[in-house]
């Protein structure tokens, strides 16, 4: 014997919608992680008084991690405030993510032009 089943599509509507609320909030929560990673890198490898803004585009292959931003700053010899521009690339460890190599564009090319290469062979490279 057949059943007849009758779905509710009002409802089916709602939980969709909870869903995207869910999702969009783990990418905040994980951009907001990722971007206090590349804040700590900066600040401890780099002479930055403070970070003031940070824009980043990032993708995420498996563990590996690849960062294009750009980050306004407080030079810690040279008075004023800084604009650049930076590639960085680094992995998830756990809940943690962590940046392993950071270049700033103006700074060090050759390096720079090595963190894409190695991002583009890894497929973490972010598209724009």
Same mark, same amino acid.
């Given at each position: 014997? %057949? ?14 919608? /909870?869903?995207? /609320?869910?999702?969009? @909030? ?5 951009? @907001?992680?990722? !971007? !206090? %990673?590349?804040? /700590? ?11 003031? +803004? ?11 991690? *690849?960062?294009? *931003?750009?980050? %306004? #700053?407080?030079?810690?010899?040279? +008075? *004023?405030?800084?604009?650049? +521009?930076?590639? %960085?690339?680094? #992995? ?10 950071? &270049?700033?564009?103006? *700074?060090?090319? /050759?390096?720079? !032009? $090595?963190?894409? $290469?190695?991002?583009? &062979? !890894?497929? &973490?490279?972010?598209?724009?």
């Amino acid at each position: 014997m %057949a059943k007849v089943i009758k779905f509710s599509f009002d409802d089916n509507q709602e939980s969709k919608d /909870e869903v995207k /609320e869910i999702n969009t @909030e783990k990418i905040e929560d994980e951009k @907001e992680k990722i !971007k !206090k %990673a590349v804040e /700590e890198h900066i600040l401890s490898n780099f002479a930055v008084k403070s970070i003031l +803004d940070m824009e980043i585009v990032y993708k995420i292959n498996k563990a590996d991690i *690849g960062l294009i *931003g750009e980050v %306004a #700053y407080f030079h810690k010899r040279r +008075d *004023g405030v800084f604009v650049a +521009d930076f590639i %960085a690339k680094g #992995y998830k460890n756990n809940d943690r993510y962590i940046v392993d190599s950071l &270049a700033f564009s103006a *700074g060090e090319p /050759e390096f720079y !032009k $090595n963190i894409m $290469n190695i991002l583009k &062979a !890894k497929k &973490a490279f972010p598209e724009l």
